[in-house]
């Protein structure tokens, strides 16, 4: 064996197998260099400014972006079903077009929700089918709902 390479027979065993210390001399030689290598600094070279901006997201929101949607809470108890259709749109972007024969009482505690979310849980809870087409909400009476659901037989 080499002068560098150090050998021990493995403790309490007499298969001959034997270790050598060659991987933690060889890690402990680039961990040494790389000390060294890091106090080392170079001259950095910089980008023209035109491609930091363009890197650089705006601090300025640009005129187009999308305002966020108000949130609010909501506690209601046994509310009529029109009033509070068109109450949730007061003084909102929304618009509320609600059918006549739409009936009922509502109930909801809700926080930190925005108006279609609201919608989207009374249509799943109480049934009242609500179309939506851009900013205007259409509240139809609730009726017999059918659902298809997926079956995996073999589970």
Known sequence: MS????SQTTAGSDSGLSMSDEPVTDMKTILEDAKRNANITRQGITAPNNVIQSLLPPLIPSEKAVPLESRFDINVKA????SLFFGLVKDTQYNMVVHPEVKGVISLNLQNV???EVLSVINDVYGYPV???????QILPAGI??????VNYLN
């Open 114 to 116: 925005t108006v279609p």
């Open 145 to 150: 709902r059918t659902e298809v659901f997926k």
């Open 3 to 6: 002068s560098n390479k150090a």
């Open 131 to 137: 179309k939506r087409n851009g900013r205007m909400y």
């Open 79 to 82: 509310v009529n079903a029109q």
